[in-house]
């Protein structure tokens, strides 16, 4: 599922509403690096965690 994510796109985590906003930094293999507007850069393993892709309106 890795290869549906590229930098730039934004995110939300479903288990940690609390750190808003997220933009993927960078997708290798099963690991995104994210950069969450209250986390910071998150590492987030793709087969633990599902994240939500936020398309603009």
Same mark, same amino acid.
């Not at 994510?5 to 997220?22: A, K, N, S, T, Y």
């Not at 933009?23 to 994210?34: C, E, N």
């Given at each position: 599922?890795?290869? /549906?994510?590229?930098? $730039?796109? #934004?995110?939300? @985590?479903? $288990? *940690?509403?609390?750190?808003? #906003?997220?933009?993927? *930094?960078?997708?290798?293999?099963?690991? #995104?690096?994210?950069?969450?507007? @209250?986390?910071?850069?998150?590492?987030?393993? #793709?087969? *633990?965690?599902?994240?939500?892709?936020? /398309?603009?309106?």
């Amino acid at each position: 599922m890795a290869a /549906f994510w590229e930098p $730039g796109m #934004l995110v939300r @985590h479903p $288990g *940690q509403p609390d750190w808003g #906003l997220g933009q993927v *930094q960078s997708s290798i293999g099963h690991r #995104l690096t994210v950069n969450f507007e @209250h986390a910071g850069k998150v590492v987030v393993d #793709l087969r *633990q965690v599902e994240l939500t892709p936020v /398309f603009a309106s």
